[in-house]
């Protein structure tokens, strides 16, 4: 029992946030019982698997010591590209081929200015971003854009909680955890988070 104790550190960052989140929680449902209902759980993880995704990508970079404000809006101008591929092709794949190669080419834009300019990143990206938006803007035309339901199968609930894109929030999730513990570009980027100096004078960078 002593070693289990030792072992919870209530100054912990990570443990400090799951509390704040179970106490959260816990006055919210005094407050409305509804809150611990299936449903509302069902449509609580569903939403967070979305934002968890991207958090990962965000995370991965913010530990190497970056940020990109245009995330969001890069995020959208993907979305604008496959729509715009399902509806005049209907084709799934290419669609997803062409939003990936869009999101690379993004971050690619970002990283090359931000390295050759040696601007902050975060005037960087918050200048980009505009940039994205402008250009999901040009092929929308402003307009509405759908899938066709193509990816509806995402918002299928497993034991009729745990829906699908949960799961890839996990994979996700998983892949991160290996990249950054058990890769030398994980540790790399780790390190240069850490001191950007001393990872260059160890030749990291």
Known sequence: MNRVKSKINFSD????????IAVISIIVGIINP???????????????SVTGILTMGMAFLMISG????????????????????????????LALLLGMITGVLGG???????????????????G??????GISLIISLGQFMKFNNKFDFLAKKIFNLFPISLIV???VVLIIYILLNYTVLGRRMVAI???EENAYLSGLV
Not at 34 to 48: D, E, G, M, R
Not at 128 to 133: A, D, P, V
């Open 13 to 20: 960052q990570r443990m400090m946030l799951i509390c704040i």
């Open 66 to 93: 970056g940020v990109d404000l245009s995330m969001g809006t890069l995020m959208a101008l993907c979305g604008v590209v496959m729509s715009k591929t399902i509806v005049d092709t209907d084709n799934v794949l």
């Open 128 to 133: 980009t971003s505009n940039i994205f938006l």
């Open 193 to 195: 988070g850490g001191n």
């Open 169 to 171: 929030l996990f994979l």
């Open 34 to 48: 509804n809150f611990f209902a299936v449903k509302t759980l069902s449509s609580i993880l569903q939403q967070i």
């Open 108 to 126: 690619l834009l970002n990283g090359i200015i931000v390295s050759k300019s040696k601007c902050v990143p975060l005037v960087i990206t918050l």
